[in-house]
């Protein structure tokens, strides 16, 4: 057994006097300013979040105030616990939708050991955002709708919305994005393929939706 020895330095952050294992070789930080590290990743998330909402709301016309958003950047931060944030500006950006929407959800949620972006029990619907192709995530993809279905009930399904999606889901809704790919996944077990891929996007849902509702 190796005996670890400490040894007195300074944080490199603050200058106060820590003690770190002698063959510790990351950066001498003490615990208060990793904290204040984290903070700042999180206030930096957030802000690459709100600007990915705001481009993609003010491409489609769709108004909205600085105040509105300040709004629901309070009501996604108080979903947070202290122990996890969301993992991505692509998450972020969602869940300032969801909130725009009025869409009850709970992130980080916890489907048999496992860790889902969110859920959203409005839709019976587990929504995981996948990252950009070459660092996705494997793990990721271990959560499949079956194994949704196990866990929650029959009437639970899983949504994937890759990243590359997610302006679109902030121009037509996230709630239509949803409904358009459980209406697609749906018609694909049922028929095995798809003949006119469109149809499914979430800016032909909502023409759908709101032409035959309104
Ligand atoms: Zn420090």
């Known amino acids: ?31 208060i300013c990793k904290d204040k590290n984290k903070l700042i990743k999180q206030e930096k998330m957030i802000q690459r979040g709100v600007n990915l909402f705001r481009k993609n709301k003010i491409s489609y016309d769709k108004e909205i105030e600085d105040g509105q958003i300040g709004e629901l950047v309070e009501s996604i931060k108080k979903k947070c616990g202290n122990d996890f944030f969301y993992g991505s500006k692509d998450e972020v950006a969602i869940a300032l939708e969801l909130a725009l929407e009025d869409i009850e959800f709970e992130p980080q949620k916890d489907v048999g050991g496992y860790r889902a972006d969110f859920s959203l029990p409005y839709l019976n619907v587990i929504l995981e955002i996948d990252g950009e192709i070459y660092h996705r995530n494997k793990e990721k993809e271990k959560l499949t709708d079956d194994s949704v279905k196990n866990i929650l009930g029959d009437d639970w399904g899983l949504v994937r919305v890759p990243c590359e999606e997610v302006p679109n889901c902030i121009r037509f809704g996230i709630e239509n994005c949803i409904l358009a790919k459980l209406e697609e996944s749906e018609y694909m077990k049922n028929h095995g393929y798809s003949d006119d891929d469109k149809f499914w996007s979430c800016e032909e849902y909502e023409r759908r939706r709101v032409g035959s509702d309104y």
């Open 1 to 31: 057994m190796v005996r670890k020895i400490h040894k007195k330095v300074n944080c490199l952050l603050c200058g106060r006097e820590i003690s770190v294992c002698i063959n510790n070789n990351e950066m001498c930080i003490c615990e």
